[in-house]
Structure formats: structure tokens, C-alpha cells
């Protein structure tokens, strides 16, 4: 069998098994933004969105170009809710991939989970 090596982790960052550069990366990424996960400095929803708004920024940046971007709002039930179109290229027909995220519901908006650019 394989041998399991260990590592000291004084950081408390993931060590086993060991990330990638990348997820190496994305745990720095996250202890720049870290005032944005401090809770005690909101007291409100308003303030609650824009501190996840500020840390989803390093989430969406550098992604691909998109040839078309369209936002539109979708009726239910006396509301609306609102929905990006991102075609990375312009064809007449295209496979789908339809991605809903909920943020429990409070937080979180197309901004925030979007790496695609606006072409």
C-alpha cells in the first residue's frame, strides 16, 4: 500500500491530502478577503450583501469572454427573478446548462456567481 505523509498545518489550512496551486491560490485569495467573512462587523442585510459581494470578487475575475450576455427577469408568483443568458458563442443553437444558486436566499446575485465576462 501507499504511504500517507503528513504535514503540520500551524494555519489551519486543508494539508491532507495536499491542494493544488490552484486550491493553494483560492485559500490565500480567501485570507485577503477575510474582513468580508467577519460577521460582527454587519448589522444589517444591506451591509451583510456587500461584504459577500466584496469577497465573490475574487471569484469572478479572468473568466472567459462571452459573445452575448443578457439579463432578464423571469415572472413567479408577483415577483420577478432575475437571470443571466451567457452564450459563449454566437450560434443558433447551443446545449444548456442551467445554474440556480439560492445563497440561502438573502445573499448572493448574478454578480456573484458569474466568471464569465462580458463580451
Do not use: C
Not at 443578457?70 to 443568458?85: M, N, S, T
Amino acid at each position: 500500500m501507499g504511504e500517507i505523509k503528513l504535514q503540520i498545518n500551524p494555519k489551519n489550512r486543508p494539508a491532507v491530502p495536499a491542494v493544488n496551486w490552484q486550491q493553494a491560490r483560492v485559500l490565500e485569495m480567501q485570507e485577503e478577503y477575510a474582513a468580508a467573512f467577519d460577521t460582527s462587523l454587519v448589522n444589517t442585510i444591506e451591509e451583510m450583501r456587500a461584504a459577500y459581494n466584496e469577497e465573490r470578487k475574487m471569484w469572478n475575475t479572468g473568466g472567459p469572454v462571452m459573445a452575448e450576455t443578457v439579463d432578464f427577469d423571469v415572472p413567479y408568483e408577483g415577483d420577478k427573478v432575475p437571470v443571466r443568458l451567457l452564450r459563449p458563442v454566437k450560434a443558433e443553437k447551443l446545449p444548456v446548462i442551467f445554474f440556480m444558486h439560492g445563497g440561502g436566499f438573502v445573499e448572493g446575485n448574478n454578480d456573484t456567481h458569474s466568471m464569465a465576462q462580458s463580451g
